[in-house]
């Protein structure tokens, strides 16, 4: 979780929005029980402080597809 988490960050730094919310997505598609509740709890804090943007939006997409 820590990994993905500074490589999130260090892409979000990098302007690469779109790559940094795959990277936790691909966190809640990979792991199970606490860690995925982790991913995901951590996955909408950004889209809350991030805003509504083209780039929340189809992160929010990908995180309903990752948990269904």
Do not use: C, H, I, P
Request: proline share 0%; no cysteine; hydrophobic share 55%.
């Amino acid at each position: 979780l820590e990994f993905r988490r500074v490589l999130f960050r260090s892409l979000m730094l990098l302007g690469q929005s779109v790559d940094a919310y795959a990277v936790l997505v691909e966190g809640v598609a990979m792991s199970v029980a606490e860690e995925r509740e982790a991913y995901k709890t951590r996955l909408l804090e950004f889209f809350v402080l991030m805003g509504d943007s083209d780039e929340v939006r189809a992160a929010r997409r990908a995180l309903t597809n990752a948990l269904f």
